[in-house]
Each structure stands twice: as C-alpha cells, then as structure tokens.
C-alpha cells in the first residue's frame, strides 16, 4: 500500500507538469522558437531521446521477457506501434490532400496568372525601350498607365494568393482537428498508464520515461509542424479551444488516475503493461525519427551529442548504483 501511494504521489506530480505544459503550449513550446536557443534545446532533446530509447527503453523491454517467444512479441508491438501512427498520420494528410485539392488547382490558375501578367509587363517594357526612339509626353503617359494597372492587377492576385492560402490552411487544420484530439489523447493517457505502472516496478525507470515524454511533449506538438500539399508549404496549427483546451492536456493526468484505480480494482497482467509498452515505444520511435531530432541542416550537432553523452552517462550511472 505504500508503494502504491508513493507512485499515486509521485505519478500525479508528473500528470500536473504535464498538463500546464500542454494547457499553456503557446508558451512553453521550444520548437516554435527561431532563436539559436530553440535550436539548442531540440538538439540537446533529441540526443537525450535517442540514448534514452537504446540504453533504457529497448533494455526494459527485451530484458523483461526471458522466454524467447515473449520477446518476438515485443519488438512485434514495437513494430505495430511505429506503423499504426505512421498509417494514421498518412491517412489523415491523403484525406485532407483529396479535399483540398479544388482550392489548389484555383490557387495555382492564380499564381500563373500572376506569372503571366509579370511576363507581359516585361515584355512590354523590352518592346517600349527597343522602339520608343522618341520618348514622348503621351507614350510616356502610355507607359505610366499599363505599368500603373499591371502593378495594381499584380497586388490584386497576390492578395487572392494570401487569401486562398489562408483557407487552405483553415481547411486542413479543421480536418486534422477531427483526428488530432482522438490521437493525441489516446496516447498521452498510455504514457500516464505507463508511468504509474512503472513507478510501482522501479523509479528510474518511471523518471526517465516521463522525462523522455515530457521533454518530446514540448517540441514534438502538431502546431508547430509544417506539411506540404501540392507543393505548397501549410504551417498546421491545432487549435484547442473551449472545454477541449481543458479535457485534452489532462490525460496524462487521467491515464495516472486509471493506473491508480486498476491497481486497486482489477491489476493490469504484466505482459499486457509490457505490450503496452513496447506499442507506446514503437510511436515514440517514430516520433523521435520525425518529428524531435531535427530536419536536414536545423540543429546543433555538438549539442545533440552532448545530450546523448550526459543522458547515457546518467542512465549508465543509475544502473551501476542499483
């Protein structure tokens, strides 16, 4: 009973930071910051989830299942995992994709419009330069008007652009919103479950889950992701208000509290903790390839390996202690 009253404590302190952390995401997420101190802190996260899933997670995981039939069955959660988020995320773009793709094709019939009419202007100047020897009041005039009228249409179709690309954007968030919440929800309150369950089995091993979690939490949110639709760049911003920007970042907190309550009802079998396990793990394998380390040339290397060096050292420490 002590036990489960010290994880009951300990798991609801970790559910509370996280939920003013997603409550006030706006605020405390570091992926949205340009700064060379946004870059820092996504390189130093990254390198701390990377030795964090090969020195703790994929241990814990294999080194639980002795029987070598239950370890197929690991990296087989793992694996389902790492495709079923993958799949959902790909379906959730096809989907949008499919539906916008009418106001696409009226952007891009814009954009070459724009093009066309910055062709025409140009070829208009060369034709006016070559043959207009004899620069006159009226074809000065002349020039003054069609170079008066090719800016203004100019100005017209990029405000149609920016128009129409805001809608686009409108209509994609809107759609994501529909999957997002279901998603998102699911697994923070499996990451709340875990936690608890493994604060009953060892500390550690619940620390440094719960940092892994937290730490991806604040630079791995969908606003701060940016898709390509046709290739055209969308900045995809989830938007969570009313009674949802409440319910939502509580389910971590809420995955403690069912913890909590099957501990005391009905315990979870340990090989299904374990599957869960090995299911979140393969989503966080995914999350880190995609979404925490960072794209192409963004990033601080030397920072990513100083996160990987202190994580591995820490995680090395622990395990010599114990």
Known sequence: MADLLVGLII????????????????????????????????????????????????????????????AILTFLFILVGFTAIHIVEKLILQRVEGKTRERVDELEKITLALKNEEEKIREFIEKEIIEGEDWNKPLLK??????????????????????????????LNRNIDEVHAATNYFYHFCIGLLIFSLLLVDFFSAFFFFVLAYLNSTISNASNRHVDIYDIDIHMGVSE?????????????????AGVLFELIF?????????????????????????????KTKGKPNYFLIGVILFSLAIILVYILE
């Open 241 to 257: 208000k009313g009674l949802s920007k409440i319910i939502l970042p509580s389910s971590v907190l809420v995955g403690v509290i």
């Open 267 to 295: 315990p979870i079998p340990e090989i299904l903790v374990n599957s869960l396990l090995a299911f979140i793990s393969g989503i966080i394998l995914y999350v880190i390839v995609r979404e925490v380390i960072p794209e």
């Open 142 to 171: 002349r020039f003054a008007e069609r170079s008066s009228e090719a800016h203004r249409k100019e100005v017209e179709l990029k405000s149609q652009e920016i128009e129409l690309k805001l809608k686009i954007e409108e209509h």
């Open 11 to 70: 798991g609801l302190f970790f559910g509370f930071l996280f939920y003013f952390t997603e409550y006030y995401e706006e605020r405390y997420c570091m992926k949205c910051r340009l700064d060379k101190l946004g870059d820092i802190y996504i390189s130093l996260v990254a390198g701390i989830s990377v030795s964090y899933f090969f020195l703790e997670l994929l241990p814990i995981l294999t080194l639980d299942f002795l029987d070598p039939s239950y």
